[in-house]
């Protein structure tokens, strides 16, 4: 082996590693090999520094042992490193890598080493790197299992979010998933769905999570629609989505438009919505794809598209200012895609000017049929002929890689009825079905990934540590009331906290219940319930001062300068409420209605409804629930407590609240009395959530703990708590507990803002 | 005492939608308490002016807020020289001398504010002073207005039933909008196609009633808008300052709100 030169290397830390790298791989030739390639390859380079800062790194890697393929791989990446990045970045990453690698093993460097190229380029400039190399280091260090499943998702990952979002989503998910390995696993291979939402839902920023709200306002404004605006789905290595679409009333957007300037971002969505608004106006019925041709089907689409536009136009001729600036399409150039954008310009804009014979047929054809633009088989009839006429010009066509033009577009999936058939011509229809979804096909499918052989064993793990999962901590016994005897039996049920069930994944809530969820959150802002406090010597007020009336007058019979603050008043002092929301997860709130709505469900809505309208209005709550096997087993999961803010990861919780067992009332309302006296609050409320009357295995006598629960009310009620109950779903009589003035029913959730209300207005006395 | 000062000499314009006009005359010839509901800006405190102008009676309005007391409409002891004065409130002098009283957006008072007037809208039609121990026997042309808006924010602040069922109703929204274009049109004096335009641009913006935004852009904003661009402000700065500022502070909306009026400008 021949010593080369350490002359391109300006620390001495640097030659020092350089050296010692040599001597180590003295007796291993294919590594140093490769170490002199990549050593060249640098040198090439200059920067004598960072080349020193590189040595510093790969030694860093050798030391920690971490295999020969992963130096095998740093090497052949640092010969290839790309000129525009600096080496700086490379010796950063090797240095994270090697962080990252004793934590988590040699694997995991590599599969990381591998996809580096990757995702690298989407991290942007150095500062972005840093932080995300130090992400990774950190997920190595919570959770080392994790990044061999990560890595090969980051590229779609950050293509999806920007570092801020990663980081997010990752501490979202360490945070979501702490107690369940399996989970874990899950959701950073992004199977897990939770994980997709705190992707979409969380603080990851894109495009269309900024513009969401005003898109969703202009849907409803321009169009007076209510319907739900969602991101396009992601899968975990396709190329993402590139233009909207629609499926009945779902509208999805691309995340981002790949390269769509910064400052025609907002312009582009605005027009994407306002094009779909236009469909879901006119559009009324899909087109059955029948006999069809790839290209047929496309120019259907193309007129139908110009079509929705102009009878938009006609209500809102200031639309044409949304849709104009992206048709861009110049009189030149023959290929399909091109006559298509040239015909979609010339349909939409009359002052553009084509010669082309089949743009001209195209234009003429369609504004004959001015009067006829309130029928869709216009589209048909016109797309149809023009997409055979196309087909003789014998132009090229690809349905696979077609994309619709201009971009603002959707991608026409929602037009068109997909038969399933299956005596039909197959091979046609899958081809048609192709044609209107090929921007999903672009890319290849992603390589399995490393771990996908023991993915269904997981979620068999998972199962096995939900049923499991009862096994808690006993943390409390309380007496219970025998009506019989008429005495309390002493430290007669065990409290048994159980942690909470694995996180489950948050429904897109219903229209109905975002109204429901705007009106509590009102309600519980403009409720303040505190002490009232009483103002006196006031420049203003509803009564006179008395005290103050009398030394008045005296000053003023003594010849005394006056005050004139002789006035008395009442005003609200500041918020002071502490609310524990109890929720009955037995057995019976599986039971389903004919709808398949359960009363589990309709308690979590409630619940999720009222925690977050307390949350918002900033009074304290926690949110527990129970059930019961026996009572020596009062299974007690704490939710959210106070000091928790009520955030993703506790909705997540409360989504994956799971019904089982039976309902002990009357000893988990004694657990949540004591979890709330301990804390200071003018009102401290205990509020049950519960689908019916108490009922327990070893208790044979229906009025026994119906009257125990009556004594915990009335015990509880003593000690200065408020106590109410939400009945949730129908026929559930709680007057017996509660009283009829604290059981308030909620057979539905629009139900919700008026009893809330009441019970507000209870609390404000 | 005269309550020439609250007379209205010149007439109100006034577009009728229906026949609020013969409903309020014959509630009015019984002295029956009214109740206007309809959303901000639509024309029900103009309606009560024109009604007080037509039936030639004094009109004494009571802009109705949070902190309003009961003594802020019945009176109140104030201190002078020689002790304490008494000072009727609106209601009280309404009562006295006879007036309509109108209290505007009377959900905004406090509950037991509202309680005061109970005694005046049935047939006692009598106001109790209990701080004074003064009993007084309302006038003959005494007739009690009030107006509600069953708007957004009714699930908080709603009317007692036993307050409610004292009065007969007027509902009023916002008018069809070739009628709505007429008032806008007659009110700003522009012309008929810039108001329908607007007009437009407020339907919009009512689709967000509920989902954003508390209430649409009423007439009164399109009045304002129109005026503006009487001055020679162009549509959508008009519309902007008029409509879109006013109405949300969220920028988003706002944005929303934008759209609407490209979208709706010729």
């Known amino acids: 082996m021949t010593r080369r030169s350490t002359a391109g290397i300006a620390s001495l830390s640097g030659v020092r590693a350089a050296r010692r790298i040599t001597a180590l791989f003295d007796s291993r030739p294919d590594l140093a090999r490769a170490h002199e390639a990549a050593e060249r390859s640098l040198d090439a380079r200059g920067g004598a520094l960072e080349h020193g800062a590189w040595e510093e790194a790969l030694l860093g890697l050798v030391e920690s042992n971490l295999g020969k393929p992963t130096l095998l791989a740093f090497l052949r990446l640092s010969e290839t490193w790309p000129h525009e990045r600096p080496v700086t970045q490379l010796a950063m990453a090797g240095r994270s890598i090697a962080a990252i690698g004793r934590e988590a093993g040699g694997s995991a460097a590599r599969y990381l080493l591998a996809t580096l190229p990757a995702w690298i380029r989407r991290a942007g400039d150095s500062q972005d790197v840093t932080r995300l190399l130090a992400s990774l ?254 087909g003789q010009m014998r132009v090229q066509f690809n349905p696979r890689t077609h994309i619709v033009e201009p971009v603002y577009r959707d991608d026409n999936t929602g037009l068109w009825d997909f038969p399933d058939a299956p005596d039909a011509a197959i091979e046609d229809i899958a081809l048609m079905v192709d044609t209107a979804r090929i921007e999903r096909r672009e890319e290849p499918a992603p390589d399995p990934t490393p771990d996908q052989a023991q993915e269904p064993d997981d979620v068999g793990r ?113 918020r002071d409420l502490a609310l524990l929301l109890l929720l009955d997860l037995s057995e019976s709130t599986n039971d389903a209605d004919g709808d398949g709505h359960t009363a589990l469900m309709a308690e979590k809505d409630t619940a999720e409804v009222i925690a977050s309208a307390i949350d918002v209005a900033g009074d304290a709550l926690a949110v527990h629930g129970f059930c019961s096997d026996g009572r020596h087993k009062v299974f007690y999961t704490p939710i959210k407590d106070f000091d928790e803010p009520f955030d993703l990861p506790v909705r997540a919780r409360l989504a994956g609240a799971r019904g089982g067992f039976s309902t002990r009332l009357g000893a988990a309302m004694r657990h949540a009395g004591a979890c709330l006296t301990t804390r200071r609050a003018f009102r401290r409320v205990l509020l049950v959530l519960t689908d019916g009357e108490p009922a327990d295995i070893d208790i044979f006598d229906a009025d026994y703990l119906v009257e125990d629960a009556r004594r915990a009310t009335q015990a509880l009620r003593a000690t200065g708590l408020d106590v109410f109950a939400f009945g949730v779903g129908d026929g559930v009589h709680l007057d017996r507990i509660f009283g009829p003035r604290y059981a308030l029913r909620v057979p539905h959730i629009v139900a919700l803002p008026s009893q809330l209300m009441q019970l507000y207005a209870r609390l404000k006395r | 005492m005269t309550l020439d000062a609250y007379r209205i000499t010149t007439e109100p314009y006034y577009r009728p939608l229906g026949d609020e006009i013969a409903l309020f005359d014959a509630a009015y010839a019984t002295r029956m308490p009214m109740m206007l ?230």
């Open chain 1, 462 to 574: 998972t199962r096995a540590a939900a049923t499991a999962s009862m096994e808690g901590i006993p943390v409390a016994t309380y007496p219970e009331w025998d009506h019989v005897l008429a005495r309390d039996r002493s430290d007669w049920t065990t409290i048994v906290e159980v942690p909470p069930a694995p996180a489950g994944v948050l429904a897109p809530s219903p229209a109905a219940n975002d109204d429901v969820a705007r009106r509590a959150d009102a309600l519980a802002r403009a409720a303040s319930i505190g002490r009232r406090i009483r103002e006196k010597r006031r420049s203003d007020g509803e009564n006179l001062d008395i005290d103050a009336c009398i030394a008045a007058v005296i000053n003023r019979r003594a010849r005394q300068p006056l005050d004139h603050r002789v006035y008395l008043r009442h005003i609200p002092g500041p």
């Open chain 1, 137 to 390: 280091e950190r997920l190595s260090r919570d959770a080392p299992d994790t990044v061999a499943l990560l890595a090969p998702r980051l590229e779609h990952l950050l293509a999806v979010v920007d570092i801020d979002g990663f980081n997010a989503w990752m501490m979202s998910g360490l945070r979501a998933t702490a107690e369940d390995r399996s989970r874990r696993r899950a959701y950073f291979s992004l199977d897990d769905p939770l994980s997709q939402q705190m992707l979409a839902r969380g603080d990851a920023i894109s495009d269309f999570r900024c513009l969401e709200p005003r898109l969703a306002a202009q849907m409803t404004a321009l169009w007076g629609l209510r319907v739900p605006i969602r991101p396009a789905p992601l899968s975990p290595g396709a190329a993402p989505q590139r233009r909207t679409s629609f499926a009945g009333t779902l509208l999805r957007f691309p995340e981002r438009y790949a390269g769509a300037p910064a400052d025609t971002v907002a312009a582009l969505y605005r027009a994407a919505g306002a094009h779909l608004g236009a469909h879901l106006t006119h559009t009324r019925h899909r087109f059955a794809i029948g006999t069809l041709k790839p290209l047929q089907v496309v120019l259907v689409s193309l007129i139908e598209d110009a079509r929705v536009e102009a009878l938009a136009m006609r209500a809102m001729p200031g639309l044409r200012h949304f849709w104009n600036p992206f048709h861009v399409a110049s009189p030149q150039g023959g290929t399909a895609p091109v006559l298509m954008a040239r015909l979609a310009r010339a349909l939409f804009d009359p002052a553009y000017d084509d010669e082309h014979g089949w743009v001209v047929k195209g234009r003429t054809l369609f504004t004959q049929a001015q009067d006829q633009w309130h029928r869709a088989e216009i589209s048909r009839s016109l797309g149809g002929l023009l997409g055979n006429d196309l």
């Open chain 2, 37 to 266: 509901k309809g959303p901000t800006g639509c024309g029900k405190t103009r309606f009560v002016e024109h009604m007080a102008w037509r039936l030639k009676q004094p009109l004494i309005t009571v802009a109705c807020h949070e902190d309003m007391t009961a003594s802020d409409l019945v009176g109140r002891w104030l201190l002078d020289a020689d002790g304490t004065t008494w000072h009727d409130g609106p209601l009280a002098t309404a009562v006295r001398a006879g007036a309509i009283c109108y209290l505007d957006e009377i959900v905004e008072a406090r509950q037991d504010t509202t309680v005061v007037i109970h005694p005046l809208t049935d047939d006692r039609r009598i106001l109790p002073l209990e701080k004074r121990g003064e009993l007084i026997p309302a006038h003959p042309d005494f007739q009690l207005v009030i107006s509600y808006n069953p708007g957004y924010q009714s699930v908080i602040k709603d009317l007692k039933e036993s307050t409610k069922q004292r009065f007969a109703a007027i509902d009023f929204r916002y008018p069809a909008p070739d009628v709505e274009a007429e008032i806008v049109g007659r009110e700003a004096r522009i012309a008929a196609e810039i108001a329908m335009t607007l007009v437009a641009i407020a339907e919009r913006s009512r689709h967000l009633k509920g989902h954003g935004l508390d209430e649409g852009a009423s007439t009164r904003m399109l009045v304002n808008a129109a005026r503006l661009m009487g001055r020679g402000i162009p549509l959508s700065q008009a519309c902007d300052a008029a409509l879109v500022v006013p109405l949300t502070d969220d920028a988003q909306l706002r944005e929303a709100l934008r759209d609407a009026v490209l979208a709706c400008a010729a």
